[in-house]
């Protein structure tokens, strides 16, 4: 028989259960899963083909809250990167938004020129939605149609239908 890989007291099981049950999270409710089923007897392979992750994943969520504990368990650290623009920065970007309807292309450019950073498309419409604009997509306007020129289409359309 093999030995239990976490074993937990009753308030602290009780704690798990409560967070768990209380997390609207996957995220985070995957970890606390993992503790309970640890816990209960299970191993890491078998916990970790019961929530389908990595059994590396589940030593590190094994290690965070032995070392840590249930709060930082519960903690999501995205990685993320640093700001490319400073505040002050970001605030000349909105005042130049502000001027007139800009596209992500033309703020690609006006950025890359005026800061010397670059940045992706994706990057840039998630910059400017954290800033608090949205985008609206051009929607297409057909062309207006000139009536004689329909008029003479339809007419060679019969001809060939009537050939």
């Known amino acids: ?6 074993t937990l007291s009753r308030s602290q099981r ?11 999270r996957r995220r985070i409710s995957e970890r606390l899963q993992a503790i309970l089923l640890l816990d209960a007897g299970h191993n ?10 990595g059994s590396k994943t589940i030593s590190r969520w094994i290690g965070t809250y032995v070392n840590a504990g249930i709060d930082e368990l519960c903690t999501i650290h995205s990685g993320g990167n640093e700001a490319a623009l400073t505040a002050g920065e970001i ?12 596209s992500t292309k033309e ?11 670059s940045y992706t498309e994706s ?12 985008f ?16 003479a289409w339809v ?3 019969r001809k060939k239908e009537l050939a």
Do not use: C
């Not at 009780?14 to 609207?24: A, I, S």
């Not at 605030?91 to 800009?102: N, P």
């Open 1 to 6: 028989m093999h030995e239990k890989v976490v």
């Open 14 to 24: 009780e704690n798990l259960e409560k967070r768990y049950k209380q997390t609207d």
């Open 44 to 53: 890491r392979g078998q916990t970790a083909a019961i929530l389908q992750v």
């Open 91 to 102: 605030e000349q970007l909105a005042t130049w938004l502000d001027v007139q309807v800009r």
């Open 107 to 117: 703020a690609l450019a006006w950025v890359e020129e005026t800061f010397q950073v």
């Open 123 to 134: 990057g840039m419409r998630k910059l400017m939605v954290r800033m608090g604009y949205s």
């Open 136 to 151: 609206k997509k051009p929607a297409p306007i057909p062309a207006k149609a000139e009536p004689e020129a329909q008029r």
């Open 155 to 157: 007419a060679s359309y």
